[in-house]
């Protein structure tokens, strides 16, 4: 900035003397500035007001308006111009008062110094573009920190607008998720009531299994995912035996000869086979298939014993028999639920897992109590909004409806019609926490 153009200065002279403008003129000529003067105040803020001035230099002594008041007035209307005082010896007082009104940026004492003259001026219009220049950037600064700031605004609405759309589309896909969950699981609840329609002793065992077999994987502490594998792997666990004739799948194991035997085996990697090929439901195949090991090592298919057999086939063997016991599919005598008990304890470290078997019957001591969270509804109390703690089952052990799910009005109407027709009472459980 030092090497400022003389071309871009402007600096104007005010005295009301014409010889000391004169000599201002042809000090100042060489230098390349442009030099305007005023004989007066008056005349000077006259030139300020028609051109543009970088610079003033102002007698203090003049008539009807003397250097203070004309650069105080400088001072007000152009304060970008810079200001320099010409005084002398005697004009203290004058100059201190110039100095505080006008707040000039330098006083000269005249005479002045040829050769310090245009030095201070240079050195005046420098300060001067150093000011304008740091305003310039202090304005920038400003624009740009609200443009700034502008942005950040904007930038933070947006992410808002977009995380609620990512919200709202999320909750849509769990929405979604979730009814596609249910329709999944309803459908293998259906695939497993057609399976059982194919003998009336086996109608409901799978749907008893599976509820069971949660029930005791969540109380040894399972994580949801692995109780689910389990659910949907008591739920299929016979599905192997649909290659089997009606008059095998109707005679207790018991009673099944060497051959009968051998055909019967292989329904547990029957079953594992057909159920591969569905990703959801590897794992489930996976127990489906050692659900008949024995703990001793003297199972099928593959000899297993003790943890050799995944928990989740250990917890199934466990609860499947417990419930073949009572319906005869595996001796020619029906047992007792407390019978049936009493045969897993009896068979504890030879067919099942013995600490399974205690922690089942912990978990059948308190099935004996109300469920909680549960009620027992009449059909003709049920209402619209109600939730199934259990699934709704024909006399055949078909699933009419499934666990967890919203009662509708539509489905309320029927299961009171299905009431009507029976002529006596139906009973349901609903979920407490979604009543009224």
């Not at 489906?288 to 943890?307: T, V």
């Amino acid at each position: 900035m030092s090497d400022l153009p003389a071309a871009t200065a402007t600096i104007l002279c005010v005295d009301d003397e014409v010889n000391i403008l004169s000599a201002l003129r042809r000090l100042l000529r060489p230098t390349g500035w442009r030099v305007l003067t005023a004989p007066s105040g008056a005349a000077g803020l006259e030139v300020l007001a028609s051109e543009p001035v970088d610079l003033v230099i102002s007698d203090m002594r003049m008539p009807q308006m003397d250097g203070a008041q004309f650069l105080e007035q400088v001072r007000l209307r152009w304060p970008h111009v810079m200001r320099l005082l010409l005084t002398g010896y005697a004009d203290i007082e004058s100059t201190v008062k110039a100095i505080n009104r006008g707040q000039i940026y330098r006083y000269i004492a005249k005479p002045w110094n040829d050769a310090e003259l245009p030095l201070i001026i240079k050195e005046a219009l420098e300060r001067t573009q150093l000011l304008s220049e740091n305003e310039r950037l202090q304005t920038l600064t400003r624009q740009q920190n609200e443009q700034l700031r502008e942005l950040n605004d904007g930038l933070e609405r947006k992410v808002i607008e977009r995380t609620a759309e990512l919200l709202q589309v999320n909750s849509f896909l769990d929405l979604a998720n979730r009814q596609l969950k249910q329709k999944f699981l309803v459908s293998i609840k259906m695939f497993t009531g057609l399976i059982e329609l194919r003998g009336g002793v086996i109608a409901g065992h799978s749907r008893r299994v599976s509820e069971l077999a949660r029930r005791l994987a969540q109380q040894c502490g399972l994580d949801e995912r692995t109780c689910h594998d389990i659910f949907l792997a008591a739920l299929l666990h016979d599905i192997g035996k649909l290659g089997l004739s009606d008059a095998l799948l109707s005679r207790p194991v018991s009673a099944m000869n060497g051959t009968q035997m051998a055909e019967y085996c292989r329904h547990a990697s029957d079953g594992e086979a057909a159920l591969m090929p569905l990703e959801e439901l590897r794992e489930a195949a996976r127990l489906i298939r050692s659900h008949h090991e024995h703990f001793n090592g003297h199972g099928f298919p593959d000899s297993l014993c003790g943890e050799e057999i995944p928990l989740g086939s250990r917890i199934l063997a466990v609860v499947n028999d417990y419930d073949g016991f009572q319906i005869g599919t595996l001796a020619e005598r029906r047992l007792t639920p407390e019978q049936a008990l009493a045969m897993l304890r009896q068979l504890a470290g030879k067919r099942y897992d013995p600490e399974l078997v205690e922690g089942f019957a912990r978990l059948l001591e308190q099935e004996r109590n109300a469920q909680p969270g549960e009620k027992r509804v009449a059909a003709a109390r049920l209402e619209p909004g109600m939730v199934l703690a259990r699934d709704f089952l024909a006399d055949n052990g078909a699933l009419l409806l499934a666990a967890d799910i919203l009662l509708t009005p539509a489905m309320v109407g029927q299961i009171k019609a299905l009431a009507a027709r029976r002529g006596e009472p139906l009973w349901l459980q609903v979920r407490v926490d979604k009543q009224e």
